[in-house]
C-alpha cells in the first residue's frame, strides 16, 4: 500500500512537473516595418504585455523589417501555421477580399478621426470578418497615417507625374489611381522600395512620414509633396485555426493586450505624423512641397473617378458610408 501510494505520488509530480514545464505557446508576429514606426511599437507593446501578463503561457516574438516575411508571403505562411500574427496594410489583402479596397480609394477620408469612427462604426466592424471564409480572423484596425508623394522631380500638379515610375502596394484600386494621372504604377514589395529609388529604377512612391522617414526614403527622394491623398491603415490578423486552438480565457487575455496595444500603437501614429514630417524638414535632405488647394483639386478631379471604377467590387453603400464618416 504504501509503495502503491508513493508510485502514485511520484506519478503526480512527474505530471505536475511535465505541466508546468510545457513549452509556453509561441505567436510569431511579422511585420515589414522598422520598429520606430507605429505598427514596430505597437508589436513590441504587445510582447512586453504578454511577457508581463501571461509569462510562462505564452511568448510573443516580433520579426520587425520584413525578417521573416515580406507582406506578400506573409498570409500564405499565416493559414500554414508557420506565423500567428501580422499587421498588413490594408491594400495587401485583395487576394482576400474586395472589400477593404475601399481604404485605398484616394481622398476618401479627410482626416484620420474619420477613419476612425467609420471603423468604430457597424460597417467598420463588419469589415473586420471579411476574411472569415479564408481561414483569417480580423483583430482590429491600426493606424499609420495619411500617404504623400515622395519623388525625384518637384510634384505639384498631375501633370508632373505624367510618364514618372511610382512603386505601390499589391492594389488594383493603387494601380487605377496613378493611372489616373497618366503615371507608371509598379507593384513592388516594401523592402524593395529604398534600393529601387536609391538606384533611379523608380521615380518615386507614396507612403506616410513615418515610414518615409523610418526607411530613409528622404534621403534618397529631393521632393516630397504633401498631398494627403490616401490613407495607410492595417488589420491585426491571426489564422482561425489558431485563434480556436487557445482555450477561451487566454484567447480573452490576448485580445486584451492587443486592443491595448493598439491604442498604444494609434496614438504613436498620431505623433509620429507631425514628429517625423518635422524630423525630415530638419534633415535638410529632402524639400518637402505643399499645395494649394486649387493644385488639390486637380488631384482630386483626376483620381476620384476611380471610385467608380471599384464601386461594384467594394460595394456602393459601403462607399457612402464612409464618406459620411467625414461629417
Ligand atoms: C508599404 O508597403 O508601403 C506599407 O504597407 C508598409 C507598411 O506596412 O507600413
Redesign the pocket.
Known sequence: MRLLSAAVTAMALTFGATSVMAAPIEIKFS???AENTP?GQMANKFAELVAERLAGKVEVNVFPSSQLFG?NKVLEAMLLGDVQMAA??L??FQKYTKSLQLFDLPFLFKDMEAVERFQKGPDGQHMLTSLESKGLVGLGYLH?GMKQLSASNPIKVPADVDGKKFRI?TSDVLQAQFEAVNAVPLKKP?SE?FTLLQTRAIDGQE?TWS?IYSKKFYEVQPYITETNHGL?D?MVVTSAEFWNSLDDDLRAELKAALDESIAFGNSIAAEKANGDKQAIIDSKRSEILEITAEERAQWVAAMKPVWAEFSDDIGADLIKAAEASNQ
Open positions: 511585420h515589414v516595418v505598427k507582406d498588413p496594410a491594400s495587401k499609420n502596394m516594401f522600395v507612403n515610414n495607410l492595417y
